[in-house]
T-cell receptor, first 113, second 114 residues
Framework: DQQVKQNSPSLSVQEGRISILNCDYT??????FLWYKKYPAEGPTFLIS?????DKNEDGRFTVFLNKSAKHLSLHIVPSQPGDSAVYFC????????????FGPGTSLSVIP | EAQVTQNPRYLITVTGKKLTVTCSQN?????MSWYRQDPGLGLRQIYY???????DKGDVPEGYKVSRKEKRNFPLILESPSPNQTSLYFC?????????????FGEGSWLTVV
């Protein structure tokens, strides 16, 4: 059973609009969450993270929101750009190196010019 | 430049023919791991290593072997590949002791077993 779920395999958004990528998790012991971005023919690269003590973390055009009670997080990209077209993986973990990082199945984002 | 390098990037092989995918990192990281990416399943961990001569199974270890004789290298060995091991493989590394922002992935190795 997947502990980290991304229920939208794909998403298309017009350039300049907001992209919202969603992620749900089942394990209440998770307390650190990450988003990774992957372009074709490249490995995933770290994008943004959030600790469970926060409900929002912002980095430029990227904002991650965490709703612990709902076990839900979302990644907002504003404004979306064609270069944002990639696969986005949500991941969850505990805070220490002893905790495995569990990845979701990914959402493929296409930003249409 | 901080890098995780894996080879080969692309490989087509036949069932039963042993192969090794190499992985090397230049960041002096203690922790290294192998993932496979399959459609709808995301990145699943195959094996990991917390340091030299210390390895352990991940979520999908069947059919794979690893070794960690040197800190920088972590090869993935398929002793007798089967078609269900056709996948995209990623090697990754990170420092031990911290989780945040620190998983570095290689560029991936496309493996097809026919």
């Amino acid at each position: 059973d997947q502990q980290v779920k991304q229920n939208s395999p794909s998403l298309s958004v017009q350039e300049g609009r907001i992209s919202i990528l969603n992620c749900d998790y089942t394990n209440s012991m998770f307390d650190y969450f990450l988003w990774y971005k992957k372009y074709p023919a490249e490995g995933p690269t770290f994008l943004i993270s959030i600790s469970s003590i926060k409900d929002k973390n912002e980095d430029g055009r990227f904002t991650v929101f965490l709703n612990k009670s709902a076990k839900h997080l979302s990644l907002h990209i504003v404004p979306s750009q064609p270069g944002d077209s990639a696969v986005y993986f949500c991941a969850a973990s505990g805070e220490t190196s002893y905790d495995k990082v569990i990845f979701g199945p990914g959402t493929s984002l296409s930003v249409i010019p | 430049e901080a890098q995780v390098t894996q080879n080969p990037r692309y490989l087509i092989t036949v069932t039963g023919k042993k192969l090794t995918v190499t992985c090397s990192q230049n960041m002096n990281h203690e922790y290294m791991s192998w993932y496979r990416q399959d459609p709808g399943l995301g990145l699943r961990q195959i094996y990991y290593s917390m340091n030299v001569e210390v390895t352990d199974k991940g979520d999908v270890p069947e059919g794979y072997k690893v070794s960690r004789k040197e800190k920088r290298n972590f090869p993935l060995i398929l002793e007798s590949p089967s078609p269900n091991q056709t996948s995209l493989y990623f090697c990754a590394s990170r420092p031990w002791g911290r989780v945040r922002n620190t998983i570095y992935f290689g560029e991936g190795s496309w493996l097809t077993v026919v």
